[in-house]
């Protein structure tokens, strides 16, 4: 079946710090795979995404790359902002539905 | 462009009774989507219209939930009755073109619904 596994929270990060939240995934076929943010009290806002493998999905100094020999898009960012802080849910549409991951939350402190 | 819109942004119940959540999605979307996110985990769906067909409420109880999207644009939900396990977050989502990987869903910022 089509699922995503995203590892668990809670992240806590000063900033500055890099981050990694990784991301596997099962599917059929070829899928594309998305981040969404959520802020509090928000709903979900589309961070990057990527349709084929080998792509590299970017926006706000984040990246994923879209791996299909280790089914995996672990998010990457090179210095966290408390701005950053929010819910991190990773996404497959391997047809017509959308699969998401249970989320991880990251904060960032000062 | 405007975003999805959805109302009321909030809503406390008591068990037993009805309840009904309104959604207006982009301009020019086909798809409408209706999820359920329970606290600390990702979104489920619930129903996906394309146009105003249903493509897939596999997952929606359809003893207690029901949509519609009459016209292809607006869509509501109801629940009647509620029960407490269905406290969540009800976020509706829109694309252009449902199950095409350039087509990303964009969200609105969910109803909040409380069942005591």
């Known amino acids: 079946g089509n699922s995503v596994t995203q590892m668990e929270g809670p992240v806590t990060l000063s900033e500055e710090a890099f981050l990694t939240i990784n991301c596997t995934y099962t599917?059929?076929?070829?899928?594309?795979l998305f981040w969404y943010v959520q802020y509090p009290g928000e709903g979900l806002q589309l961070l990057l995404k990527?349709?084929?493998?080998?792509d590299k999905g970017s926006n706000k100094g984040f990246e994923a790359t879209y791996r299909k020999e280790t089914t995996s898009f672990h998010l990457e960012k090179g210095s966290v902002q408390v701005s950053d802080s929010a819910v991190y849910f990773c996404?497959?549409?391997?047809?017509?539905?959308?699969?998401f991951g249970t989320g991880t939350s990251l904060t960032v402190i000062p | 462009e405007a975003g999805v819109a959805q109302s009321p942004r909030y809503k406390i119940i008591e068990k037993r009774q009805s309840v009904a959540f309104w959604c207006n999605p982009i301009?020019?979307?086909?798809?409408l989507y209706w999820y359920q996110q329970i606290l600390g985990q990702g979104p489920k769906l619930l129903i996906q219209?394309?146009?105003?067909?249903?493509?897939?409420d596999s997952q929606l109880p359809k003893d207690r939930f029901s949509a519609e999207r009459l016209k292809g644009v607006d869509s509501t939900l109801k629940i009647q009755p509620a029960k407490l396990e269905d406290s969540a977050v009800y976020l509706c989502?829109?694309?252009?073109?449902?199950?095409?990987?350039?087509?990303?869903?964009?969200f609105g910022n969910g109803t909040r619904l409380t069942v005591t």
């Open positions: 989502a829109s694309s252009l073109q449902g199950g095409a990987g350039n087509s990303p869903l964009h």
């Open positions: 599917a059929t076929g070829y899928p594309s």
């Open positions: 990527a349709t084929k493998a080998d």
């Open positions: 996404a497959l549409l391997p047809g017509n539905q959308f699969y």
């Open positions: 301009s020019g979307h086909a798809t």
């Open positions: 219209f394309q146009n105003n067909g249903v493509v897939d």
